[in-house]
T-cell receptor, first 117, second 116 residues
Framework: AQKITQTQPGMFVQEKEAVTLDCTYD???????LFWYKQPSSGEMIFLIY??????QNATEGRYSLNFQKARKSANLVISASQLGDSAMYFC??????????????FGGGTRLMVKP | ETGVTQTPRHLVMGMTNKKSLKCEQH?????MYWYKQSAKKPLELMFV???????ENNSVPSRFSPECPNSSHLFLHLHTLQPEDSALYLC???????????????FGPGTRLTVL
């Protein structure tokens, strides 16, 4: 079974509108972290936002916020006031505690976001 | 140089060639990673190095051989590759730690590899 599922292969959003990118995850760990990365056409993965499993409040970073619903095992990314530069692939990833030595991430399949002018 | 750098950015090689990918991080991190990103597949972790020791080999074929001479440099040696190995190879670094801490991975721009 996939650990990270992103059900939207592609999405369009009008410039200046908000958009939600879905992510569900599967883990039996109580301690884990969830990450969102952006990958523009240049290829580099850019870290956007992080949510720890014990964080009581939803994470926010500028125009990015994470809608964390622990019971549903979902960690959706909300981008407010979309900009043309937001057009990219977006990946959800999970870090499970790993033998106290690593920082392994499991990635979802990604969502391609296209912002329309 | 800042962040994580990778060279070359593009590489075309034949199946009988031997080549190496290089990654360097300037962030003072002590963990480094190789990922493979193929079309239509999720990002796949290949290797993990913590404090220069390999702690993960994610069932990668032996035609891929990693080398980590120090905590700032990571290489991926390639030999007798197959066309299906064509992909974007991403290097990343982070602080290694136990627990769930906020240790995001910083990625390089990747090497686009084409095997003919």
């Amino acid at each position: 079974a996939q650990k990270i599922t992103q059900t939207q292969p592609g999405m369009f959003v009008q410039e200046k509108e908000a958009v939600t990118l879905d992510c569900t995850y599967d883990t039996s760990d109580q301690s884990y972290g969830l990450f969102w990365y952006k990958q523009p056409s240049s290829g580099e993965m850019i870290f956007l936002i992080y949510q720890g499993s014990y964080d009581e409040q939803n994470a926010t970073e500028g125009r990015y916020s994470l809608n964390f619903q622990k019971a549903r095992k979902s960690a959706n990314l909300v981008i407010s006031a979309s900009q043309l530069g937001d057009s990219a692939m977006y990946f959800c990833a999970m870090r499970e505690v790993y033998n106290n030595a690593g920082n392994m991430l499991t990635f979802g399949g990604g969502t391609r976001l296209m912002v329309k002018p | 140089e800042t962040g994580v750098t990778q060279t070359p950015r593009h590489l075309v090689m034949g199946m009988t060639n031997k080549k190496s990918l290089k990654c360097e991080q300037h962030l003072g991190h002590n963990a480094m990673y190789w990922y493979k990103q193929s079309a239509k597949k999720p990002l796949e972790l290949m290797f993990v190095y913590n404090f220069k020791e390999q702690t993960e080999n994610n069932s990668v074929p032996s035609r891929f051989s990693p080398e980590c001479p120090n905590s700032s440099h990571l290489f991926l040696h390639l030999h007798t590759l197959q066309p299906e190995d064509s992909a974007l190879y991403l290097c990343a670094s982070s602080q290694a730690s136990g627990g769930i801490g906020y240790n995001e991975q910083f990625f390089g721009p990747g090497t686009r590899l084409t095997v003919l």
